[in-house]
């Protein structure tokens, strides 16, 4: 799972990039045609991962989402993120995170990453973790 990982860190990062996009793209008020359009290409990019690498994805994110304590400050809207200690490998977190993920469906798990909104987020903590 973890070589597997590796090999789809372009795809992650074009992700990312996408999502970067339609961020800009919204907050510069950009027309609804163009926010669609950035939208289309993303659940595209993501529709077209096989199981095994939505299955991969969802783990990493799922890795950057829990192994780093955060403390929301509720009068603004900031996020500090608390480098806990990693005391699993990598290879031991994909294991621990994937667990649950095993059972689900191809379509499961990329309608999970498509309509979360914290994917480019979770990957960058869960690549950072997982050294990829």
Known sequence: M???????????????????????????????????DLERIRTDLIRACTR??????????NVGQSERGYRHHFDSYDVEIINLPIELNEHELMQKYSYYLIHK????????????????????????ILKL
């Open 52 to 61: 095994d690498e939505l299955l991969v994805i969802k783990t990493i994110m």
């Open 105 to 128: 469906t191809e379509r499961e798990l990329g309608d999970s990453i498509e309509y979360y909104t914290a994917v480019s987020e979770q990957l960058k903590e869960g690549r950072e």
């Open 2 to 36: 973890y070589s597997l990982a590796k090999e789809l860190a372009g795809t992650m990062k074009a992700i990312m990039q996408i999502e970067t996009e339609i961020a800009e793209a919204t907050n510069n008020h950009y027309d609804e045609e163009v926010v669609r």
